[in-house]
Each structure stands twice: as structure tokens, then as C-alpha cells.
């Protein structure tokens, strides 16, 4: 049985390819669902891939993982920059995470620049469009011991 892995995306990231497409490009959440289970596949990984606008739900999800998941592939939107809940989750639940953000959250407005999501995140991915899910996967899979380490990253 593969390990599980925990893609967890917080609010208004249900309107990938709708909302400002010229910040967050044109692929769907359903897109990016679908390219991160076909490189969890080839990682050895069962990708767990959810969405809520909910801040409870989420931090439920992060509790979750605990026991669930091996890790955690998290896009809290703009949760990131406002719940101490979400933090304390993470903390709690003990299983590597990698917080990442589609656009370049630090070339944005001020109040994007602080991530309460950074400070217990195994690493962070941002600017780098939805192919930030896939670099997190690839670096996830490293962490938990599923892809041996290497210079390069095929995309």
C-alpha cells in the first residue's frame, strides 16, 4: 500500500481558472487534481486531494493527517496569512508539510507577506503556478524516503 499524502486547499482556491486568471493562470483545481494524482502515482504516493472555504474543516483535514497521511501538501489561500488555528494544527499532527501559494504571494500586497503557515512548514513554494503541486510532491516523496535524492526534478 502506498503512503498517503494529504493535498489539502483552503477557500476560493475552488475557483482556479475562474478567479483573476491573470494571477493564478487558467487551470482548474480539477487540473491540478488530476496532474498531482498522476505524479503521486509515480511516486509511490496516494494523493488525498480536497478543498473546503472552511477554516474548521481544514484544520479538522490537518488533525486528520495524523494518523492518515504521511504528509501534507497545503494551500490555505488566504488562511495562510490570518489562523493561528491552522498553525497549531500543523504543529500537532507531527507529519511533514510543504505550504504552497500560486502566485508569488511577497510581490503582493503587504498583509500577503506574513504566512502563519511558513512558520511550521517543512518548506515553502510560491510563484511558481500550479506546478508548485508537483515540486512539493516531488519534495514530500523525498522527505518521507519514497524518491532517492537527485540534482534535477523531471516535470
Known amino acids: ?81 490570518t489562523s493561528v488555528s491552522i498553525q497549531d494544527a500543523i504543529r500537532s499532527a507531527g507529519v511533514r508539510t510543504i505550504e504552497v501559494h500560486v502566485s508569488n504571494i511577497h510581490a503582493r500586497e503587504s498583509f500577503r507577506h506574513h504566512s502563519y503557515v511558513s512558520a511550521v512548514a517543512d518548506g515553502v513554494i510560491v510563484g511558481l503556478g500550479v506546478e508548485g503541486y508537483e515540486f512539493a510532491l516531488h519534495a514530500l516523496a523525498r522527505r518521507i524516503g519514497r524518491e532517492a535524492p537527485s540534482d534535477t526534478i523531471a516535470i
Do not use: C
Not at 51 to 77: F, P, S
Open 1 to 81: 500500500m502506498n503512503p498517503v499524502v494529504f493535498i489539502l486547499n483552503g477557500p476560493n482556491l475552488n475557483l482556479l481558472g475562474v478567479r483573476e486568471p491573470s494571477v493564478y493562470g487558467s487551470a482548474t483545481l480539477s487540473d491540478v487534481e488530476a496532474r498531482t494524482r498522476t505524479v503521486g502515482e509515480s511516486l509511490g504516493l496516494a494523493v488525498d486531494f480536497r478543498q473546503t472555504n472552511h477554516e474548521g474543516v481544514l484544520v479538522d483535514w490537518i488533525q486528520e493527517a495524523r494518523t492518515a497521511a504521511k504528509g501534507i501538501i497545503l494551500n490555505a489561500g488566504g488562511l495562510s496569512h
